[in-house]
């Protein structure tokens, strides 16, 4: 299963494929995931960050934060981190095999 996965990878490896996904990989990690927190930390007045960005936080911190976010910001949070949630793992772990390929 591993092999297969492999010499696909290694098949794909072209140095245009591994520069389009290095320039979305920093895109990504530079530009769209910080934009998306900036984005809703405006909209909730700067008072709190997205909960995906903190390391540790009790179930009671959660519950307030959210509760902090407004209707506004949750509308938000709901539409543009799942997206970002999404492309972002999809975006490295195609990098990364080409690069371990």
Known sequence: MLNTISRKFHAW???WRVMI???AFGLMMGYVMPLAGGILALAANNSVTPLDLMFLY???QAFDMIEKYGEASRS???RIEPTA???YPITYTLFF???LS
């Open 13 to 15: 490896t072209t140095g």
């Open 76 to 78: 938000l949070y709901f």
């Open 58 to 60: 009790t179930p009671e």
């Open 85 to 87: 949630d999404i492309l």
């Open 21 to 23: 996904l290095l320039v």
């Open 97 to 99: 095999g080409l690069i």
